[in-house]
Nanobody, 124 residues
Framework: QVQLVESGGGLVQAGGSLRLSCAAS????????MGWFRQAPGKEREFVAA????????NYLDSVKGRFTISRDNAKNTVYLQMNSLKPEDTAVYYC?????????????????WGQGTQVTVSS
């Protein structure tokens, strides 16, 4: 099994920045792709970004392109989400997810492991 633990959420004003971290433990060598999703109150969980663990390929939600950057540190089994120019509509619980495949997908069903989530609140 794989355990994912997120950190770095919080309250920030519009235009500010936050960096989320997700540390994988357990059997991280079986992870090929890691991603971030978010879920706002009353809305479905949506894909934000993903990165292929070995190749470094990335994919982003259109509305975060140019503002968010996903990266990974293989030695630390950790993935990051740098969020800049935050907007109130970015407010959500952000979840880290891991997938046992090197192919990036954007659906929740495509991911095998999930973290507990971390709250991000952007005030206007």
């Amino acid at each position: 099994q794989v355990q994912l633990v997120e950190s770095g959420g919080g309250l920030v004003q519009a235009g500010g920045s936050l960096r989320l971290s997700c540390a994988a433990s357990g059997r991280p060598f079986i992870i090929y792709t890691m991603g971030w999703f978010r879920q706002a109150p009353g809305k479905e969980r949506e894909f934000v970004a993903a990165i292929s663990w070995l190749g470094g390929a990335t994919n982003y939600l259109d509305s975060v392109k140019g503002r968010f950057t996903i990266s990974r540190d293989n030695a630390k089994n950790t993935v990051y989400l740098q969020m800049n120019s935050l907007k109130p509509e970015d407010t959500a619980v952000y979840y880290c997810a891991a997938r046992r495949s090197s192919v990036i997908v954007t659906t929740t069903q495509g991911y095998d492991y999930w973290g507990q989530g971390t709250q991000v609140t952007v005030s206007s």
